[in-house]
């Protein structure tokens, strides 16, 4: 039931909605004995988050904070110290080829509050395929893993 629709008693919020949703996904899946979801896509999400951590570094860069960076393993050799086109580019070849995990240990190391921006777009299938065994690989990591992937199914 799409978000704002009038249901009997109103219409449906968000989180309503998203409930709604898993119970849905839930309910088909255990028909069809679905357990394991795998996801294939080498542009999910990569330009949304990489503009969340595009702003969250130039944010670092104003206030004098560089220091944070050393924890982000990810980001060696990112040279913030040149105009900001150049690490601009810098970024986004190495955005393009960490994995969804490393993306998301980059979100928490950089203390980006999913909270308070718009959460990357792979989180929301997460939350709404709830206990099923998920994975979202780049096409990268489909290569290297689709064999123990498939063994296991």
Do not use: C, Y
């Amino acid at each position: 039931m799409p978000v704002g629709e009038e249901v009997p008693g109103g219409s449906i919020g968000p989180e309503a909605a998203i409930e709604s949703a898993k119970s849905m996904i839930g309910a088909l899946f255990g028909l069809m004995l679905i357990r394991h979801v795998v996801v294939v896509d080498d542009e999910w999400a990569s330009s949304l988050d990489v503009e969340v951590v595009f702003a969250r570094l130039a944010t670092i860069v104003a206030e004098g904070k560089q220091e944070l960076l050393r924890e982000v393993k990810q980001f060696d050799g990112l040279k913030l110290d040149q105009p900001r086109e150049i690490w601009d580019s810098q970024l986004r070849g190495i955005w393009e080829h960490l994995s969804n995990e490393e993306k998301a240990e980059v979100w928490k190391q950089l203390q980006i509050d999913p909270g308070e921006i718009s959460k990357p777009s792979w989180t929301t299938l997460e939350e709404l395929l709830g206990s099923h065994d998920l994975a979202i690989l780049s096409l990268q990591d489909w290569r290297l893993r689709s064999k123990d992937l498939l063994l296991e199914a």
